[in-house]
């Protein structure tokens, strides 16, 4: 089994940053793809960002040039720098460890962005 503890979300201003963490525990096969996800009040879950176990990325449009994702392996943790920050980025965010056979989700963190 694994968990997934996120980190790092709160309240930041219109062209500001935040980092997001999540430290992953547990059963974890070292071939993994990691990533987060967010959802906006009354919108669907998207993807922000994904990486895999050997640094492979993919950005959601939105995300490309703004956001960072990267991952420890030595710490299971992955990673998500977020610079100018915009309203729209403002929902919770999940962290996402996904292998060939399962998935698993944390339990969200809040990103709310003022303008």
């Known amino acids: 089994q694994v968990q997934l503890v996120e980190s790092g979300g709160g309240l930041a201003q219109a062209g500001g940053s935040l980092r997001l963490s999540c430290q992953a525990s547990?059963?974890?096969?070292?071939?993994?793809?990691m990533g987060w996800y967010r959802q906006a009040p009354g919108k669907e879950r998207e993807l922000v960002a994904t990486i895999t176990t050997f640094g492979g990325t993919i950005y959601a449009t939105s995300a490309r040039g703004r956001f960072t994702i990267s991952r420890d392996n030595d710490k299971n943790t992955v990673y998500l720098q977020m610079n100018s920050l915009k309203p729209e980025d403002a929902a919770v965010y999940y962290c996402?460890?996904?292998?060939?056979?399962?998935?698993?989700w944390g339990q969200g963190t809040q990103v709310t962005v003022s303008s």
């Open positions: 996402k460890l996904e292998t060939a056979n399962n998935e698993n």
């Open positions: 547990g059963s974890i096969f070292s071939a993994n793809v």
